[in-house]
């Protein structure tokens, strides 16, 4: 965007002086912030990012006076446009994110907008307390994003919606005035209130989900005229949330989960209003489509144990009495209308059961046949119609050619629904717009409400006539001008709303440039929906995405941000310059092509991937950087550094010197901190293979071992171990005399077609060990990987690859057929494991741990990436996101444990440790021969 010296940006610039340092109006930031997780794209004008409760406060005070508009966004995990707009988008998330106190007196927090719910629920366990509503997205969201959209969950049920757990908020009006709304009062809105006393009383509070429009009924004098409450779901429109003061719950200590089944998700609607009586905290519904897909996806045992029937409702009941607790579990299931029920009392087998609901919920987007969207995402009725509106539901799809997933919360009478609208079709746009206005005629028919936790947006806002009369719909104007006189908030949304099909995200795709030579591309990067699990911190329970977002906190190296520079790009419209944009370039520079989003991701994205296509189309036919050919080809040279007799040592010794080795590491695009793998003196595959003695007199046969390009060239023991392993256990290990290299190196540095000349090679080699039945195992998780992953995508048609794909195994997938294998006793020792990145995302760690638990060690698994991955820890520009990336959890957990034995497979995560930590670690082939069993 270019800013005139009379742009209402550059005034504003202008206005703020020193504090313009906090706005970035770059294509690069516009591009990250222009869709959330909904359907909706608006390109901002400018971007912030306060630091201070006061930075806040002046900035929007200087937008206001210079008419720009501004939209307020905590995660972007809005699924209805929400929390985009265009003006000015202010980010609370990246630093107004402190708890300023919790006081279990009052069970009260004082918090900052950008306060994460997760990490406010982990401040306030200590005391035994909780925030009571709990959405999907609790490990990112913010608080003042729930209280914008008026946020509930499953368990809304049994501790309402955020506007019952809102106690004050400080916050920004349209008019520049900082006020304490709950507190303060607000005499124009008192006497609009009193005017309209008879609207209010019969229109709005009917019903617990009905969340769409203003909550007007908290203003009712019988109400308490409660403003904070009121707040509560306006969504942006009225003000700009500086701090919070929030209403925790004391979480009950005996739960039980009661399962229900019925003939159809219909029926179990239909047994609510029955079951409500006994006070669930939370009551789920799903049927057998979810339940089918979650089969499908994940494994037949996942669902294993429900009730018979086709559609299922889960119910949780919460008190302090066992017995009580217990007693009222019983009663549900002998009062339901269910064909099976059962109370769950053990806690791992409701686990399991609520992990359908949630698992479904993630694969409800990616399991139809078209790819399914969230525009008609989370419609409410009154839970006495929930059944009958679930038949008509079924009825609008059919009669518009649709397909899609419903679940919900049905205790509230509230439905999510993922649904593929055909959006890049050339009617796209107004075949969506015509199911959701006859959805919305459909849920007003049975008094329901267009949104039930999401807030309206710009998916809903221009469908609130279907749900409130002409009077109504003029108080909402006269409330925002009473607050905003001049609409300069959240444009666009509940009042004054633009078109439900206007500013559709997927529209572009249709029309993008790059349509016809990258269609599957274009395709691929559209499949981010935003929702934002990669902003998510989740290596505690084995995530790896996203290692790069969690070093810097910022949007651009996130999956998320990447995509959506990606998309800007295909779409040519904010990214103009295609495959060789620099803001491409600079989003992709910090992605460790990690490949824990092709596995983490909800809707399938892999940067790893993407990155590697992007850097082959930008350089194709064009000199490149200087480590693409050092680093790229370093196969290449390690081979001819291992066959030339003295080498290897000359090298090792050159890399070690100041001055050579300074020369060596800038030649090679190297960082000038990180120390030179040592080469070794000659190849690995041609070394004897050698047996410790103890092997059994009978064979069972040949074993490929795959050596890869870095175990074979660098110094490494785990080839040797491996072999001395196998043959203990009875086998045959051979290794390829001839080169076969997977092509990593190449691909991580976008060298596509030499990928795929590498490839084919060694898999015309290695398909003949296939045929004659031999067994094949990789040495190196990330090569292994390649098999599973890379190579189809970049070799579909070639049947030595397809020959290939999931036959060269780990060396834990191998040990699980040999019933004579039996892990040593490594009782009292610790074992700290990281799983490399690739082998955790591609290939699965599973089988790995287990070996690891049957040796009887505690074991300690680390989550996310060590930070070297690959070529990119030693590259120049990197080094310092490569060390944040291993402090961030490697690093602290093998701290933690200073004699334990630390276990890394893949040569990166060893490199790393030994350079950071100075930790030598083993592989698991090392741990298992140099350990005898029992």
């Known amino acids: 965007m270019t800013i005139t010296a009379t742009s209402p940006h550059a005034r504003l610039l202008d206005r703020l002086g020193d504090l313009a340092e906090i706005v970035d109006t770059s294509n690069l930031t516009r591009a990250l912030y222009s869709s959330d997780a909904s359907l909706y794209r608006v390109q901002p004008d400018a971007v912030a990012h306060p630091r201070t409760p006061d930075e806040l406060i002046t900035l929007v005070r200087a937008a206001l006076d210079v008419g720009v508009p501004i939209t307020a966004r905590g995660a972007g995990t809005s699924c209805a446009g929400n929390a985009v707009g265009p003006g000015l988008v202010i980010d609370v998330a990246r630093h107004l994110n402190r708890i300023h106190s919790i006081d279990p007196e009052t069970r009260t927090a004082v918090i900052d907008p950008g ?27 913010t608080v003042g994003g729930m209280i914008g959209n008026n946020a509930c969950g499953p368990r809304a049920l049994g501790y309402g919606r955020m506007a019952d757990n809102v106690v004050s908020l400080d916050v920004v009006t349209g008019n520049g005035d900082l006020i304490t709304l709950g507190t303060d009062d607000v005499p124009e809105l008192r006497t609009l209130v009193a005017a309209n006393l008879g609207i209010i009383r019969t229109e709005f509070g009917t019903f617990i989900r009905q969340v769409s429009g203003y909550s007007l009924e908290h203003l009712l004098p019988e109400k308490g005229f409660d403003t904070a409450k009121f707040f509560s779901g306006t969504e942006g429109t009225l003000g700009v949330i500086v701090r919070a003061t929030v209403r925790l719950v004391a979480d009950a200590p005996e739960r039980l989960m009661v399962a229900l089944g019925y003939p159809a998700m219909a029926d179990a609607g ?6 409500l009586r006994f006070k669930p905290t939370a009551c789920e519904g799903l049927d057998r489509r979810i339940v089918d897909v979650v089969a499908a996806k994940i494994g037949p045992e996942s669902v294993a144990g429900l009730p018979a029937g086709d559609g299922w409702m889960f119910l949780e009941v919460v008190g302090d009495d066992p017995a009580e607790v217990r007693s009222r579990a019983e009663a549900v299931v002998q009062a339901s209308a ?23 919920a993630g694969l409800a987007g990616v399991s139809l046949a078209k790819p399914a969207y969230g525009g008609w995402e989370d419609a409410a009725v009154p839970p006495q119609h929930l059944g009958q ?24 009478g509230c439905v999510h629904c993922r649904i593929d609208f055909p959006l890049t079709d050339r009617d796209g746009a107004a075949r969506y717009k015509d199911f959701v206005e006859e959805a919305a005629v459909l849920v007003a028919r049975f008094g329901g409400s267009m949104s039930g936790e999401h807030g309206d947006g710009r998916a809903r806002s221009a469908l609130l006539p279907h749900m409130y009369s002409p009077a109504a719909i003029e108080l909402f104007g006269q409330v925002k001008h009473i607050f905003d006189p001049r609409g300069l908030l959240n444009p666009g949304v509940l009042v004054d709303p633009a078109p439900v099909e206007q500013d559709l995200r997927m529209v572009a795709v249709s029309r993008s440039p790059l349509s016809s030579s990258a269609a599957e591309f274009v395709e691929a990067v559209h499949q981010c929906s935003g929702v934002g699990k990669c902003l998510a911190d989740t290596t505690g329970t084995g995530g790896v995405m996203c290692p790069s977002f969690q070093a810097t906190r910022n949007e651009k190296d996130s999956t998320r941000g990447r995509s959506r520079v990606l998309q800007e790009m295909v779409n040519g419209s904010l990214i103009t310059q295609g495959w060789r944009s620099p803001e491409v370039h600079a989003a992709l520079d910090l992605c460790l092509s990690c490949k824990g989003c092709a596995r983490d991701c909800p809707t399938g994205i892999d940067m790893a991937a993407y990155k590697a296509r992007v850097t082959h189309e ?9 480590n693409h050919y050092a680093l790229g080809w370093l196969p290449r040279w390690g081979r001819l550094i291992t066959t ?5 040592k000359l090298i090792n010794v050159v890399g070690r010197t100041p001055v050579l080795g300074r020369a060596l590491r800038w030649g090679a695009g190297v960082d000038r901190r990180r120390e030179i793998p040592q080469f070794a003196s000659r190849a690995a595959r041609s070394r004897p293979i050698r047996s410790s003695g103890g092997a059994p007199a009978k064979s069972k046969g040949r074993v490929l071992i795959w050596v890869d390009s870095f175990s074979d060239c660098f110094e490494s023991t785990t080839f040797a171990a491996m072999a001395q392993l196998l043959v203990r256990l009875g086998y045959e290990p051979e290794v390829l005399r001839e080169t076969a290299c997977c092509g990593l190196t190449w691909i991580s540095t976008g060298q596509l077609d030499g990928a795929r000349r590498q490839l084919s090679n060694a898999a015309a080699v290695m398909a003949t060990f296939v045929e004659a039945g031999v067994p094949i195992v990789g040495v190196e998780p990330s090569c292994t990987a390649v098999w599973r992953s890379d190579a189809p995508e970049l070799l579909p048609d070639d049947p030595n690859v397809a020959a290939l794909d999931g036959a060269v195994l780990t060396l834990a997938e191998f040990l699980e057929s040999d019933s004579d294998f039996t892990p040593p006793d490594l009782s009292g020792h610790t074992i700290v494991a990281q799983p490399h990145c690739h082998h955790a995302s591609v290939l699965g760690w599973a089988k790995d741990r287990a070996i690891l638990e049957s040796t009887g060690a505690d074991l300690v698994v680390v989550g996310g990436c060590c930070g070297l991955a690959g070529n990119f820890g030693v590259e120049r520009g990197h080094h310092e996101v490569s060390v944040k990336v291993f402090e961030h959890d490697l690093g602290p957990a093998v701290e933690a444990h200073p004699d334990a034995i630390v276990l890394a497979d893949g040569f990166s995560c060893q490199t790393q440790l030994t350079s950071l930590a100075g930790r030598a670690s083993m592989s698991l082939a090392e741990l298992l021969a140099t350990h005898d069993a029992g």
């Not at 030339?644 to 290897?648: K, N, R």
């Open 115 to 141: 306060v994460v719910q997760d990490q406010l629920q982990q401040a306030a366990r200590p005391f035994g307390l909780r925030l009571g509503p709990d959405p999907s997205t609790s490990n990112r969201c």
């Open 618 to 626: 930008t350089y194709k036919g064009r000199l490149r950087p200087r």
């Open 270 to 275: 239909d047994d609510i209003s029955n079951l």
């Open 644 to 648: 030339i007799p003295g080498l290897g």
């Open 338 to 360: 269910a064909t099976e029920g059962q109370v769950i009392e053990d806690p791992a087998r409701a686990a399991q059961l609520w992990k359908i609901r949630a698992d479904g």
């Open 389 to 412: 509106y679930l038949r008509e539901f079924d009825k609008l799809l059919e009669r518009h050619n649709l397909h899609g997933l419903p679940y919900g919360h049905f205790g509230d």
